[in-house]
């Protein structure tokens, strides 16, 4: 099950939530308020660095294939 972010829109409190696809948003309620008015954030820290053969920066023609 992933986590999400949301944000309570009525106190402005930020909470994680382990939560299953199936009902995601649905049943999100903020553990400060008690309010159903949240809305999901967009995941942060994730950044991905792809490497070796098949990525662009190994597909650099005239240079062996390598970056």
């Not at 944000?7 to 309010?35: K, N, Y």
Request: glycine residues 12%; aromatic residues 6%; charged residues 35%.
């Amino acid at each position: 099950m992933p986590t999400y972010a949301y944000e309570c829109l009525a106190c402005g409190r930020e909470f994680e939530r382990l939560v299953r696809i199936s009902s995601r948003d649905r049943d999100a309620r903020c553990p400060g308020c008690e309010s159903r008015k949240v809305r999901r954030l967009p995941p942060r820290g994730v950044s991905l660095a792809f490497r070796g053969s098949g990525t662009h920066d190994s597909d650099k023609a005239g240079e062996g294939g390598r970056a």
